[in-house]
């Protein structure tokens, strides 16, 4: 039922098919050495480790692909980049699959999809990120009061730091709205 | 020498102390920081994740900013991922002619043009490089003779672009501790990755990364960092009490500049084990 | 095959001599080979015999062995003489044929070998003593053969046997096509025979014998024997290790030897067709005595005694036989095979090798494999060999 | 100019320049080898053992023919031989010219050399300083530095350079200011500017100032020692001596990656229990700094776990290496074999491999002794040794991931990197200066069919400089190139050196034994015919015997799958035929053979006459290939008899059958071959989407055939890259337990998984299962990586089923050779002699010697074409003094030496009825000496005399 549910929204999104495509042809070259899993700082974390990520993606096992938070735990470190040996720009792909899991709006990432709404909602009405209102915001979309709690003792702290920005200046229709406009235009 | 400013987002948050002890440093130093004008967010990890072309919008108006100033000079950034966003998309728009022209046209109606020619240097890439380390030992007499210091550098300003360091077994801050009478501990850690911003996602990736690198550094009086993410993920998931104090902070310190300017009191770790060894 | 003689007139040596006389009178043999006597001589040697009436001077069983029949034996062989020899052979005389055989030098196939238990050897001087006791030898072989074929014995009467037969770790025949099993048998009685080989049959068939069966006791025996001679050469090789452990040792050893030779002439495996003790390699020039008594000290003339046993016991490494005609040899008492037997026995199990043992083994030394002595050639690797 | 003697330059003295001097000076040519570094034996010189016999067997290299002409010593401590002039410590200046006309300039390096040549690096970074001061040291420059331009200037005033490498910026003085004062202070001194690339401008404005060059950083060491070996070959031209040769074979060899150099992800040089293999190869050596014991390098302590890490710049992008280094799987291999049986403390020895590449013949069976003893194999590659766990009092810790991405960790007291090769510096310099043909990476490419031909004529090369090479392939590869300089010298018609027994002495000896001037070649295939050619042009008549109606074996099929090997195999086929010294017998076998090697009378006679003899690909018929003929029929065709002093046998081979049966008119199951032709006749639809399954290794690499083919995954990879080719949207699975694709042919391996071709390995015991019907094929597995069954539906399914040779065993006796435990060839020494048995008069190549392409099976023609042509051109051979020689005085006939001769050297004249020796067999080993019961067997320089004065010596010790 999975399966077919990510297949489905799948083809409906003949962009994030061909992305998909793409990431499938960076890491064609793959022979599943094990350096990237070896080398993840993350990889005690994951679900499945990157080499099974790319033997997924190589094979069109979409489903085990996006099941799995692999992508999510990528921390952008490098490292598997770095040590490769068949210099496969795997950091971006992660970080390509991430936007392929977000475009498909799956349930299971609605979380993160929230966090980084908030987070480019408060760019776009800031130019800079206010961390306050963008958690305030991420907390009020998630809709889980648990959520908030989790964060409450580094807020605390921060604030007692003078770190958190309490006043909310306000700046229209959004600071970088029109650039961001703009973009969204020229990429279509 | 003198160099643009682009402190980023968490430099005027939670990071705030490391922007103030870099202006600082630098003027102690006697050379010129010059901020980037109307400079914005550089997109962080988000715009990567949801928005890929955004993702080089945003840090290539900043890059348009820097060319504006029309000063030649490169563009020094203390924030490691900023610094990443910034040198990937310059990288990008530079080997990519399509995507500076599409960049371009975004940009235009704001009056700015990009076209790559800007150098994006890490803060530690300019300490270790354009002399600093002299001036330092110089003008430290050896103050933090005493201190063993471990030097956590992260990763993204030393990986992908590998500009000034090894990236595995990095150096570049040796030299600058030892400047300041400060014994480096011999670590390996220095380059492992404390778990970045899944970290702030995933508490639990965090607090065992950050365990892992902490452990190697009981031995140290304090861990020096040059990135506000490991900072925060240093200071934040530590259960032993370790002090971590931001690379222009200690060289600050070591130049016998008063701890409030350096904005030695928003640390979240206790740094006072090393600032009760530089009290004069 | 097992067949059997009846024991005539109580007379072990004449029955065997009759059985002699009766293959040389069917022709089963054109010529027999069997230790006798010169005219009324005590002393024994092989002769070769082709007339059925020239028996009655043989000694087929015995304690004389002066001469090992093995090169004889290659004497006679070295090439086809068109004629069928019966050989009557200790186990050690077989042996040193078998070797010979091996080296080219003899070849078995117009021979039929008859082994037999060994009854023996004394030392010279007490062989001289043993044949001078009474007037007519033939009581006293008679009575050396009741004796030493009933159980295991060192002496006889007053005599001991000699080193070499006390500590011999095969003294039954091996390789012959026919042996004659006397251990353990009712000699009086009878004298079983068996064939070992196709042609040990066909001989044993022409003499139209009756059908016999190997002595009871015989395995019993032979257990027994293999046990205390085992001990015996134990102890012997303890004491040759005590006695020649060192060169200093080694030199006393041989201190009493004058280079004679006689040892490497009797020895059936010394082989070499011109030995290197006889060529200019040890020539030297007076000069060079000169020097090494000035190097050394002193030079024993003549010299290189040591050298000279040392150069055969590594010649003769894997083959000697163990007869310990050396020693019987040695006009200088020096018991010679008792370290030859010592030190070639512990050689020989380093290529599992034993002389005389199969006609097929090859010598050691005219094979070379990689595995061996892997310590020396710096083949460490067995596996990839 | 016509009786001059021809001479060929040799460059490089490693092995394949040894190997191609020597086959040059048994052939009566003179030699010029030149080597850079003050010993020959290049690498090899490092390497203890060789794999199989796991010993040293380098001076099996020593020719067999006129042995006293060369010091018969160990290679490793020199070379020496009256045709042969070396010059080690010697730099190459210059080569110019033509086939028959190269005038070649040299300079030994103590004669004004590298040492004379100083050199100042000024930069203020010190990493650059100490960096760039070991590589010009390590190549002889003496080398200062200084960290500013002030200090330079203090140097430069002190004493003279000649070249001053230069940083542009730098606090105080710039490098522009220093580069002006340094020419006032000396104006003949060579400046190259040192400049990140942001301030090139700056570089080339320098220049116009008078620097000579620049350099941007991050440099890449070849590019600086290149840079200062210009400009020194410049400054001592004038000295160099000079030279003139009709040809050169460049064997200048490949260097070892450094492995500290880059990430240094395994810590090379930092943790002391990291180790390359050639450190290693000195720890396990008897001889080397643990004596007989195996030490930790720095602890002292025994040494009982081991690791070995594969790919150690090999196959690693990260590292400019993508191709694969041929040579390292084997190598460690062997060292966890020997570290395994030679030291009984080693409790652990681990080889992380990604494929083990165990190709050729002997390869596998030698991985498989090694897992017998012990050895543990384990497909992973370690990542890093991991941050955090410092090697400690217990070991270092070696973290993996097994398949299913489970953690594992062992600690080990040494890891043991295998580096690879990698191009040199001196290569691509001289492949710039002479303008040869190079590949992406820098090695020479050969030209295509030409073994060892450059686009250069009369410039051969050979061994490493052609990529990275086992023993086996450099030494066959530079007797192939000995060969081609041979015709340049004979078609610029020089004369060889006359042999000095023949000249002084022939009348007075009568032990010599001479050779029939002709060669017999058994097999008409590609191998046999390249052979007969070259040894006919070079003036010797050849038969060739082809059991066929025609020429050309299995090119004949596989002339399509290769590019250009059609056209190849018509020049190739019309050369033969149209040659007047060979005379071609189709359709026929060898009989029998009379007369001692080298006088070898044979008899040739027609094969029977059945429809099968026309069809050359089934195995059963090349296996019957010098069987008794059946004399019932063809009684017309008389019999042949041929006088011939060598032989060479190039009988080949074919696609060994698949050990299962196949379905009759099976639905899309074949084998690789069946495949190909399907391929090549278009039988098969590549333009349309196919589902193709291939499975590697089918009946080879398993008991029965334990060899590695070789040819295999490169034709598989061939065929998948078509399909995809063909049709993007094509699904290709290949099945495989290690992609065997050394050397340069790893791309195409990372071309077909580029093409989106999906690799799935598997081991022996967990086939993947294929099933077939009226409906096509199913395939069945589990894939290791995603631990999920799998399957898929197939067109088609190829079974590589790999190479059996055809050579018959009868055969190979009836001229003293034999058939090795595989059925090949039995060559004298697989690694030294591959293409001769140990009677050097007997030669093999192509696949019935062992399993290979085109290409080596072209080198190994040519190989054994350069013995036979060097055999043919002596007349006579006489024993040396390291031969062994008969007493017939002493003699008494026993033949205990010639059953114990291991090298049938020995036997009885039938004129004379004394013992002889066949100097060409004799190895000198003595084994005949000891077996000999009358001291009539001698080797000459072996005498009695050192011995006995050993022994006088002890038993005459003082008392």
């Known amino acids: 039922m999975h399966l077919t549910d990510i297949r489905e929204k799948l083809a409906a999104r003949p962009d994030l098919t061909r992305q998909l495509a793409q990431v499938k042809e960076q890491v064609a070259t793959c022979i599943q050495c094990g350096t990237c899993s070896g080398s993840c700082p993350n990889a005690g974390f994951m679900d499945m480790t990157p080499r099974r990520m790319w033997r997924a993606v190589l094979t069109d096992r979409v489903d085990m692909v996006f099941s799995s938070q692999t992508f999510m735990l990528c921390a952008s470190c490098y490292v598997c980049t770095l040590r490769c040996p068949r210099g496969l720009p795997l950091t971006g792909a992660m970080a390509e699959l991430k936007q392929v899991a977000f475009g498909l709006n799956l349930d299971r990432f609605k979380r993160s999809t929230l966090f980084y709404k908030a987070f480019m909602d408060n760019i776009r009405q800031y130019g800079r990120v206010r961390e306050t209102e963008m958690m305030a915001r991420y907390f009020l979309a998630v809709k889980d009061p648990r959520v908030p709690m989790s964060y409450t003792g580094m807020g605390i702290k921060l604030m007692a730091k003078h770190k958190l920005h309490p006043h909310l200046p306000t700046w229209g229709p959004g600071r970088l709205a029109p650039l961001f406009d703009r973009a969204k235009q020229q990429e279509r | 020498m003198d160099y643009l400013y682009y402190p980023g987002c968490s430099l005027e948050g939670t990071a705030k102390e490391y922007d103030i002890s870099c202006r600082a440093l630098f003027e102690a130093l006697e050379d010129r920081l010059t901020e980037i004008p109307d400079w914005t967010c550089c997109g962080a990890t988000a715009a990567q994740c949801v928005d890929p072309f955004l993702s080089v919008v945003l840090p290539a108006r900043n890059l348009a900013l820097a060319e504006k100033t029309d000063t030649g000079l490169d563009v020094l950034v203390p924030c490691s991922a900023c610094y990443l966003n910034l040198k990937k998309a310059r990288q990008d728009l530079w080997e990519n002619n399509a995507l500076r022209a599409q960049v371009n046209q975004v940009l235009e109606e704001d009056g700015l043009a990009v076209n790559a020619s800007v150098r994006v240097r890490h803060l530690l890439d300019v300490l270790t490089r354009d002399g600093a380390v002299d001036r330092v030992a110089q003008l430290s007499e050896n103050r933090m003779k005493g201190l063993v210091i471990a030097p956590y550098y992260g990763c993204q300003c030393l990986r992908p672009y590998v500009e000034f360091d090894d990236p595995e077994q990095p150096r570049s801050m040796d030299a600058l501790i030892r400047a300041t009478g400060a014994d480096v501990l011999a670590w390996d850690m220095g380059a492992v990755c404390c778990g970045a911003s899944t970290a702030t996602t995933k508490p639990q990736v965090g607090k065992e990364l950050v365990g892992r690198i902490l452990d190697q550094a009981k031995t140290a009086h304090a861990v020096v960092t040059v990135c506000p993410m490991c900072q925060m993920n240093l200071e934040r998931f530590q259960s032993r009490s370790v002090p971590v104090v931001y690379l222009p902070q200690f060289l600050g310190l070591s130049l016998g500049m008063p701890a409030e300017s350096l904005g030695c009191g928003m640390n979240l770790s206790d740094i006072r084990p090393v600032l009760s060894r530089v009290a004069p | ?385 | 100019m016509t009786d001059q003697i021809g001479k060929t330059l040799v460059i490089g003295g490693g092995i394949s320049g040894i190997r191609a001097s020597l086959d040059l000076a048994q052939a009566g040519y003179q030699v010029l080898l030149l080597e850079q570094s003050d010993r020959v034996g290049g690498l090899l010189s490092q390497l203890d053992t060789q794999f199989p016999t796991s010993t040293c067997g380098m001076c099996r290299m020593l020719p067999m023919m006129e042995r006293d002409r060369v010091d018969q010593q160990c290679l490793r401590r020199g070379l020496s031989h009256d045709n042969i002039e070396i010059c080690v410590s010697t730099d190459l200046i210059s080569l110019k010219g033509d086939p028959g006309n190269f005038s070649v300039s040299f300079l030994s390096q103590t004669d004004g050399g590298r040492d004379d040549c100083p050199v100042l690096v000024v930069d203020d970074e010190k990493i650059v300083r100490d960096s760039m001061k070991e590589w010009l040291s390590e190549e002889g420059y003496p080398v200062q530095t200084a960290d500013s331009a002030a200090e330079a200037l203090n140097l430069l005033a002190e004493g003279s350079f000649k070249v001053m490498l230069t940083d542009i910026k730098m606090p105080g003085m710039d490098g522009v200011t220093l580069l002006t004062r340094a020419k006032e202070i000396q104006p003949d001194l060579a400046v190259v500017m040192m400049t990140a690339y942001a301030a090139v401008d700056t570089a080339v404005e320098a220049m116009k100032q008078g620097a000579l060059d620049y350099l941007v950083k991050p440099f890449d060491p070849d590019a600086v020692l290149q840079m200062v070996d210009r400009i020194f070959k410049d400054a001592v031209a004038e000295n160099a001596r000079k030279d003139t040769v009709d040809a050169v074979i460049l064997a200048s060899g490949a260097t070892f990656f450094q492995p500290n150099l880059g990430i240094n992800p395994y810590g090379y040089g930092r943790i002391p229990g990291v180790v390359t293999n050639l450190e290693f190869e000195r720890m396990l050596s008897h001889a080397g700094p643990g004596g007989m014991d195996l030490v930790h390098p720095v602890t002292g302590r025994p040494v009982t776990r081991i690791a070995w890490f594969q790919c150690v710049g090999s196959r690693d992008i990260q590292t400019g290496t993508p191709f694969c280094s041929s040579t390292c799987c084997m190598i460690s291999v062997k060292q966890s074999l020997l570290a395994k049986t030679m030291y009984p403390q080693v409790t652990e020895a681990c080889v992380f491999y990604m494929d083990l590449r165990t190709w050729g013949k002997a390869s596998d069976d030698y991985a498989r002794q090694a897992k017998k003893a012990g050895v543990r194999f384990v497909r992973a590659r370690v990542h890093s040794l991991a941050p955090g766990l410092k090697e400690n009092d217990t070991g270092i810790p070696v973290v993996w991931l097994d398949p299913s991405g489970d953690r594992r960790e062992s600690l080990f007291d040494l890891v043991v990197l295998a580096p690879g090769q990698h191009p040199d510096a001196f290569l691509s310099g001289f492949a710039k200066d002479q303008e040869l043909t190079t590949d992406d990476w820098g090695f020479v490419r050969p030209e295509p069919f030409l073994s060892g031909h450059t686009n250069r004529p009369g410039i051969f090369v050979c061994g490493g400089a052609t990529g990275p090479r086992d023993i086996h392939d450099s030494v066959t590869g530079a007797s192939a190139a000995a060969l081609s300089a041979m015709q340049v010298m004979a078609s610029a018609g020089r004369q060889t050196v006359q042999n000095p027994e023949k000249t002084e002495s022939t009348g007075l000896r009568s032990d010599g034994v001479s050779l029939f001037p002709g060669a017999l070649v058994i097999g008409g295939g590609i191998a046999g015919m390249a052979a007969a050619l070259a040894i006919a042009d070079q003036g010797f008549d050849v038969d060739l015997v082809e059991k066929t109606d025609h020429l050309g074996g299995n090119l004949v099929w596989l002339q399509t799958a290769i590019e250009g090997a059609g056209s190849f195999l018509e020049e190739q086929t019309a050369a033969v035929q149209g040659h007047d010294r060979i005379r071609i017998h189709t359709r026929t076998c060898v009989a029998d053979t009379m007369g001692r090697p080298g006088q070898w009378n044979t008899r040739l006679t027609p094969v029977k006459d059945t429809a099968e003899n026309t069809d050359a690909d089934r195995p059963e018929q090349l296996a019957e290939n010098g069987s008794p003929p059946d004399k019932s029929s063809g009684g017309k065709s008389p019999d042949v008899q041929v006088r011939h002093g060598v032989v060479v046998l190039a009988v080949g081979g074919a696609e060994a059958s698949p050990d299962r049966p196949l379905p009759d008119n099976g639905p899309g199951i074949y084998t690789q071959q069946q495949f190909q032709q399907a391929l090549d006749q278009d039988a098969i639809d590549t333009g349309s989407p196919l589902h193709v399954a291939m499975f590697q290794c089918q009946g080879s690499r398993e008991p029965g055939r334990d060899y590695c083919s070789r040819i295999c995954c490169p034709r598989s990879l061939d065929q998948a890259l078509r399909l995809k080719a063909g049709h993007p949207d094509s699904r290709v699975v290949i099945f495989y337990r290690d992609m065997m694709t050394p050397g340069l042919s790893e791309s195409a391996y990372t071309e077909a998984r580029k093409a989106g071709v999906v690799f799935v390995p598997y081991e022996p015991g967990n086939t993947p299962e294929l099933a077939a019907d009226n409906t096509g094929c199913r395939v069945n597995w589990t894939d290791p990586i995603l631990g999920r069954a799998m399957e898929m539906a197939a067109d088609y399914a190829v079974l590589a089923t790999g190479i059996q040779p055809g050579l018959s065993r009868d055969l190979a006796r009836l001229f003293g050779a034999d058939l090795d435990r595989s059925g090949f060839f039995d060559q004298a020494d697989i690694k030294w002699r591959p293409v001769e048995a140990m009677d050097p008069r007997v030669l093999a190549c192509g696949i019935c010697l062992e399993p290979g392409n085109l290409a080596l099976t072209l080198a190994s023609a040519r190989a054994a074409a350069a013995k036979a042509v060097s055999l043919l051109s002596r007349e006579t051979f006489f024993p040396g003094k390291d031969t062994a020689r008969v007493r017939s005085a002493f003699c008494s006939l026993c033949q205990i030496c010639i059953d114990a001769c291991p090298f049938n050297a020995r036997f009885i004249d039938p004129e004379t009825r004394t013992l002889k020796v066949d100097p060409l067999a004799c190895q000198g080993c003595g084994i005949c000496a000891a077996a000999c019961p009358s001291g009539a067997a001698v080797v000459t320089d072996r005498s009695l005399a050192p011995m006995i004065k050993t022994i006088h010596a002890v038993l005459n010790q003082p008392l």
């Not at chain 3, 059985?19 to 010529?31: C, N, R």
């Open chain 3, 1 to 385: 095959m097992i067949a059997s003689i009846q024991t005539k007139d109580h007379s072990i040596t004449r029955t065997l001599q009759d059985f002699f006389a009766g293959m040389l009178k069917t022709g089963a043999a054109d010529a027999v080979l069997v230790p006798s006597r010169m005219s009324d001589s005590p002393y024994v040697k092989p002769c070769l015999i082709a007339s059925h009436d020239r028996l009655d001077r043989t000694v087929p069983l015995g304690p004389g062995f002066f001469v090992n029949a093995g090169p004889m034996m290659s004497r006679l062989t070295r090439t086809r003489a068109g004629s069928t020899l019966v050989a009557w052979l200790r186990p050690c005389e077989i042996r040193a044929f078998v070797e010979l055989t091996k080296l080219r030098q003899g070849a078995r196939e117009e021979v039929v070998i008859i082994g037999m238990d060994c009854p023996m050897a004394l030392s010279r001087t007490d062989y001289d003593d043993w044949a001078g006791q009474g007037n007519d030898m033939s009581d006293d072989v008679e009575k050396w053969i009741q004796t030493v074929y009933q159980k295991p014995v060192t002496q006889v009467d007053a005599w001991p046997v000699s080193r070499a037969c006390q500590v011999c770790d095969a003294p039954y025949p091996v390789n012959a096509d026919v042996s004659v099993m006397l251990l353990g048998g009712d000699l009086d009685r009878e004298i079983a025979l068996r064939a070992d080989t196709e042609k040990g049959e066909k001989l044993l068939a022409e003499m139209d014998l009756s059908e016999g069966q190997e002595p009871e006791r015989r395995k019993a025996l032979l257990a027994d024997l293999e046990t205390e001679r085992t001990e015996a050469f134990q102890a012997m090789d303890e004491e040759m290790l005590d006695q020649t452990g060192s060169i200093e040792s080694l030199n006393r050893f041989f201190s009493a030897c004058v280079n004679c030779y006689n040892c490497r002439s009797v020895c059936p495996v010394c082989y070499c067709k011109e030995c290197v003790f006889n060529t200019d390699a040890v020539a030297y020039a007076p000069t060079q005595y000169l020097s090494w008594a000035d190097k050394w000290g002193q030079v024993s003339l003549p010299n290189d005694t040591v050298f000279f046993h040392l150069t055969r016991l590594a010649h003769i490494g894997c083959t000697c036989v163990g007869c310990g005609q050396c020693t019987l040899a040695c006009p200088s008492h020096i018991p010679v095979s008792d370290l030859f037997i010592s030190v070639t026995r512990n050689a020989r199990k380093a290529f599992d090798y034993v002389p005389g043992r199969d006609d097929a083994e090859p010598l050691p030394l005219s094979v070379f494999q990689e595995s061996e002595f892997t310590d020396i050639v710096g083949m460490g690797n067995k596996e990839a060999t």
